[in-house]
């Protein structure tokens, strides 16, 4: 195996409305595009995957959502 560094700083973000951060902690990072790694269909019946789309639509920001299987 080759050398190599494997470096991934982890920003995990917890407490009431902590969805309201999405957008402008993916701007401090400079990011463009969001992965948003679900467990199950109560992500989607709460509204919670359509309302970080709308969080992100205004920035410009993409989300690709990924259901855990």
């Known amino acids: 195996m080759k050398d190599f560094v ?6 995990v973000v917890f407490g009431k409305e902590s969805e ?3 957008a402008p902690l993916v701007k401090r990072y400079h990011g463009r595009k969001v992965l948003v790694h679900y467990g199950g269909s109560s992500a989607k019946k709460s509204g919670l995957l359509d309302k970080i ?17």
């Open 53 to 69: 789309c709308r969080l992100l639509h205004p920035e410009d920001m993409e989300a690709i959502y990924q259901m855990a299987r």
């Open 20 to 22: 309201e951060k999405v």
């Open 6 to 11: 494997y470096y991934a700083p982890t920003e």
